[in-house]
């Protein structure tokens, strides 16, 4: 059917052949895996950057309290700034979801802090004074934001190790 001929030379050519369609199955799975190395790599690089920002707010949050206790127990300075929790809820809503667990944690932490500034402003607008047991209270609801502030950086680190 086909001349001898053309048999040897398609024979010849089989080696060529296959390694072509070798060689392009392996540039094709290459650039594959090449892709989802690069965006895996982009995933680690966002949610480190994501990760650190929400620290960041985290530990503005605490700054902030402190404001407010100096500015409404202690006669400091008026507090001007609004408190910075929405921006941690807000990047861990969109950004780092992962957590929201300790995020959550951390908002109770806020809650019990201001409860305790605003039952000190109730004592003061009373009695002209606050209380030293109020005041003594101050290490306790405090550390309970440090608590979780600490809370939300150890799992944004594991976040950031996970491969």
Not at 23 to 40: D, E, N, P, T
Not at 55 to 72: D, F, I, K, P
């Amino acid at each position: 059917m086909f001349p001898d001929d053309l048999v040897q030379l398609l024979l010849m050519l089989l080696p060529f052949v296959v390694g072509a369609i070798i060689a392009l199955a392996g540039v094709m799975v290459g650039a594959l895996f090449y892709h989802r190395l690069q965006a895996r790599r982009e995933r680690q690089r966002y949610l480190r950057a994501q990760v650190s920002d929400l620290v960041a707010q985290a530990y503005e949050v605490e700054y902030w309290l402190r404001q407010l206790r100096s500015a409404r127990l202690l006669n400091g300075p008026p507090l001007e700034a609004p408190n910075p929790m929405k921006h941690v809820r807000t990047i861990a809503q969109l950004h780092v979801p992962e957590l929201r667990p300790e995020v959550r944690k951390l908002a109770r932490a806020v809650d019990e802090f201001e409860e305790w500034v605003n039952e000190g402003v109730t004592e003061k607008r009373n009695t002209r004074q606050v209380s030293d047991e109020t005041l003594g209270r101050y290490a306790e609801v405090h550390r309970g934001v440090l608590d979780a502030i600490t809370e939300i950086a150890n799992r944004g680190q594991d976040l950031i190790r996970e491969p």
